[in-house]
């Protein structure tokens, strides 16, 4: 069914590239500032994650189709659907996401510190678990803190059901669900869905890994050649 498309496409979307860019980033720099830290004090601090602006959700665009009925069918279907509940999915996702790269990157940050011994470099990538789990949970908080997942997902379905469904095809969808095998597929689809995710992540992390080391190595040999060149 396109109506299955659409909900899966969006949510592999949040699930796998959201999760990647907010896990690289917060690695990075959480690691970053407890190298340097480290570096000055001989110890390993706890850093308190940055400050991260909210974010500025746009209002949906307004569209002649988008009649007030056709709204109230789509907020009508959001609502049979449980789309709270998915948003809580979007969170566990980010956080497991968050926790299994952190040791990666944290621990490519700390050998890369210049000032550390090998010895405190050893120290600190031993305590990458620990802090893993304190970070992510800092992240999941921020992310609640910060940003109205909610609203996002309610605006991007109004838009996105209202581009390719017509209002005829959203009572049709609304009226599946309320069948036998509606309401069951209703009761299935979230774990289908995270079982999915989790499945998706588990098999791409390895190869995600190496391609992000790939990248970092040859970025680190062409900054190397600059300044050679330079010199």
């Known amino acids: 069914m396109r109506f299955f498309n659409v909900v899966l496409s969006a949510a592999s979307v949040l699930f796998v590239v959201a999760p990647a860019i907010a896990s690289d980033a ?5 690691a970053k500032s407890t190298a340097v830290d480290a570096a000055a004090k001989s110890s390993a601090p706890t850093a308190a994650a940055p400050a991260a ?6 209002p949906a665009a307004v569209s002649a189709t988008l009649t007030p009925a056709k709204k109230a069918l789509i907020l009508e279907l959001l609502k ?9 999915m979007i969170l566990n ?3 497991l996401s968050h926790q299994r790269r952190y040791p990666i990157l944290f621990a490519q940050a700390v050998n890369a510190a210049p000032n550390l011994s090998e010895e405190k470099k050893k120290e600190l990538i031993a305590s990458a678990q620990e802090q893993s789990t304190r970070s992510s949970e800092r992240l999941r908080q921020l992310v609640v803190q910060k940003i109205d997942l909610s609203k996002v997902m309610q605006e991007v379905a109004l838009q996105v059901y209202d581009k390719n469904f ?3 095809e959203m009572q049709d969808i609304i009226t599946f669900y309320k069948t036998p095998t509606g309401k069951k597929t209703l009761q299935a689809l979230p774990a289908v ?3 999915s995710m989790e499945m998706t992540t588990a098999l791409i992390s390895p190869p995600l890994g190496e391609i992000m080391k790939q990248v970092m190595e040859e970025e680190r040999v062409r900054l190397q050649s600059l300044d050679a060149a330079a010199k």
Not at 53 to 58: C, E
Not at 80 to 88: I, P, R
């Open 26 to 30: 917060g690695a990075r720099a959480t």
């Open 53 to 58: 602006p909210a974010l500025v959700v746009a």
């Open 80 to 88: 049979m659907t449980d789309a709270d509940k998915q948003v809580e």
């Open 93 to 95: 996702q980010l956080t």
């Open 166 to 168: 017509t209002e005829s």
């Open 193 to 195: 869905m995270s079982e």
